[in-house]
């Protein structure tokens, strides 16, 4: 079954970083573009950024623009999300996505999130 398990989460005080990692497994990463969320206390999810099954990236919101990074190892079926300068309104929790298209029809997972905390 598909299954994706996001890792990588904590405390961090502003300005620091954090590489938050997806393993996914159940199904064939290399033909799926993936996508990191996050969701704040109090607020809907939304997205981070996506990433295509070459590697291009998208959808990275202004606010996130030039401070995180999105990456995926094919060989490791694993997606990363690199955040520098982390700001305390970065706090929430982070899930991945994979859109997998079964039997003619487009269905999400998602993993279990880890939490960011961006503190002093």
């Known amino acids: 079954q598909v299954q994706l398990v996001e890792s990588g989460g904590g405390l961090v005080q502003p300005g620091g970083s954090l590489r938050l990692s997806c393993a996914a497994s159940?199904?064939?990463?290399?033909?799926?573009?993936m996508s990191w969320y996050r969701q704040a206390p109090g607020k809907e999810r939304e997205l981070v950024a996506t990433?295509?099954?070459?590697?291009?990236?998208?959808n990275f919101a202004d606010s996130m623009k030039g401070r995180f990074t999105i990456s995926r190892d094919n060989a490791k079926n694993t997606v990363y999300l690199q955040m520098n300068s982390l700001k305390p309104e970065d706090t929430a929790v982070y899930y991945c996505?994979?859109?997998?298209?079964?039997?003619?029809?487009?269905?999400?997972?998602w993993g279990q999130g880890t939490q960011v905390t961006v503190s002093s």
């Open positions: 996505k994979a859109r997998l298209l079964q039997f003619g029809t487009l269905r999400d997972y």
């Open positions: 159940g199904f064939i990463f290399s033909r799926y573009g």
């Open positions: 990433i295509t099954t070459t590697g291009g990236t998208l």
